[in-house]
């Protein structure tokens, strides 16, 4: 994934395609991806998420006044069915430009479409995965999703760029992706070089988490992007094909983090509280945190690592082999054109590598632990040039909200609290049946 990228940079072939969705940058491949993971990548850097930070903020503080009516009749917070609300209020606004009002209307025309969007029925999946190409065609077996809502969501962005175009120059800033892949079509020629001055790279650095970005990391995307790659503008079906991905891939993982870190918490007081702490020294008057406050809080950073180590939102990775490959002194020859699975879960929960692996402790990743991680164990966001663009974004999302929320409430063990959690499988992504927890008001 990383040392012999070139050999494996595109993603296993899906069953399904669709012919204008799938021109987004994770399905894309070969020079494709790197043209479009070129003009994206920018779309990302610490520098526009600090631009993006206050719209996050605004759907938080829609959300916190739901919660407070939970909180002050003792109800119990379907914690799972909750964040996906707001994560979709979040990507709503900040990929489509639209407030999506999930937490009040939840029939509205975006959350209807949003869930036909991602509405995989079973036999449909089945048939995509098993059926011949000639009778699918016969059936017209294309794509998993709703079509009408896939098509809702493509005239939408259409719509939006089209009416920021014909605005001109009119002054009025824009700091949502929409407008960063408008800007990014508009500067082609971008070479994907890291853009911002000093504070921006250095704040770049600062949020790499714990993913792997080492030299060789580093040297290996030198190595990978050293073409022109973003020399061509991104058409209209590209900008809304990554606006679409930005969603698909974007909500639900960033939804069930926060949803697990709430349910560990509400399980260790004695965490929840050092947690408390820490955000409350950090606030300011106003009751506000800052992005860079936010990125530099050890234990905050701890938690949300902790929970993306135990409950990763995407359970596998996988790659495609370019060539015949010999897996060093394995024996193991993969062969050309092959899949290659990399079980992200087993590796997180292995005592190979972490002790007492099945247990949620966050001190394992405070600064004096740190060097204790054996590289490539934690990978929540994948690994190499390929991994997850939007990895600020989804950080910064659920930071916010998790420091926002502890200071407010205590997240408690309630009756209708599972403990274990139950998983069905459910494809490839780590989804409990259900995540239950209680809500107390910190302040009377
Ligand atoms: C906690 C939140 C998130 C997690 C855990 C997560 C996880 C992942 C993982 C595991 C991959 C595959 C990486 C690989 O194959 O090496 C990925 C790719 C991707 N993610 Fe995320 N993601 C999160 C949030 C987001 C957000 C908020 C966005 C966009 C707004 C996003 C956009 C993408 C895209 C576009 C790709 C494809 C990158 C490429 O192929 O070049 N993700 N993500």
Known sequence: MVKDFHLFSDRKTRPYQHPVLFKNVFHASGDDWKRLRTIVSPTFTSGKMRKMFPMVRQCLGEYLDVLEVYATHGRDLNVKDMYQKLTMNVIGRCAFATDANALKDTRSTFV?????????????????????????????????????SNQFFLNLTKQIVERRKREGNTGKVYNDFVQLLVDAEAKSGNDGVAEGGPDEREGDSVEAHHVNEGKEELEVEKRTFAGNYGNKKLTIDEISAQGWIFFIAGSETTASTLGYASYELALSPH?????????????????????????????????VTETLRLYPPVLRLDRKAKQDYRLADTGITISKGQDVEFPVYAIHHSELYYENADRFNPDRWMPQNRHKLIPYTYLPFGAGPRNCVGMRFGLMEVKLSLSHIIRRYRFVRSKQTAVPLQFPTVANLCIAKSVVVGIEKRFK
Request: proline content about 4%; overall charge negative.
């Open 112 to 148: 209807r479409h949003a869930q036909g969007m991602t509405e995989f029925k079973f036999w449909k999946m089945l048939g995509l995965f098993v059926l011949p190409l000639p009778v699918k065609k016969l059936l017209g077996l294309k794509f998993a999703g709703n079509e009408e």
């Open 271 to 303: 965490f929840q509280d050092r947690l408390y702490d820490e955000v409350c020294a950090a606030f300011d008057a106003d009751g506000e945190i800052g992005y860079d406050q936010l990125s530099r809080l050890p234990f905050l950073d701890a938690v």
